[in-house]
């Protein structure tokens, strides 16, 4: 599935369960750290699971039952899970993807990811949809790029730090877009003008 297509499930579904923008960034966070797989898994199991656990991690938990039916309606226009041998089903399936996700991140669901950042500084910014979008697809190649340790020369070391990696997906998407953005905003997340051109540069770079 492509990560703009997971990104909007994730955020459906997400709406119908009144979850916090940091929810989100962190379901979206482990869900690119678990790898892609195929679009029907990924909105019968592994999405749902990256979502149940990033809530239970994020202190506002959701019932099993409530994420399965937002991800159902999501794929059946609003629709609600009612046959029950499904349910069980999908229960069953996201237990397993929640078990092989944590063995994923190692049994690590607090480590800092810049997508969790990412959604906060969005959401801070009340930025429209499409800056929403195109940081997060960035934020998504650029750490790909430091997980696999890419650019021999050590560019990647630009964008390692989660807060600074967040911060050039967003400006670089609103540049993009041609999206005015508040003066100055990210030295409220302490990322200073110069380390914000180096990762953006960083970001760019992937793309040539």
Known sequence: ?????????????????ELAP???????????????????????????ACVFLAAKVEEEPRRMRDVLNAFHAARHDGE?????????????ALVLEEQQL?????????VETPHRLLFSYLHALRATAAVCELSAALCNDADALVGRG??????DEALRAPNVLAAASIALAAQLLEAA??????RAVDVDDAALERACRTLLDCYR
């Open 22 to 48: 940091t929810t989100v960034g962190t379901a979206l966070g482990y869900r690119h750290r678990r790898g892609e797989s195929d679009a029907a898994r990924e909105l019968e199991s592994v999405l749902p």
């Open 102 to 110: 944590l063995r994923a991140l190692g049994f690590d669901t607090l």
């Open 150 to 155: 890419a650019q021999a020369d050590g560019g």
């Open 181 to 186: 953005l508040p003066d100055a905003w990210t």
């Open 80 to 92: 609600l899970l009612r046959d029950s041998r499904e349910y069980w089903r999908l229960k069953e």
């Open 1 to 17: 599935m492509e990560p703009r297509a997971a990104y909007l499930a994730v955020r459906e579904a997400a709406a119908t369960l």
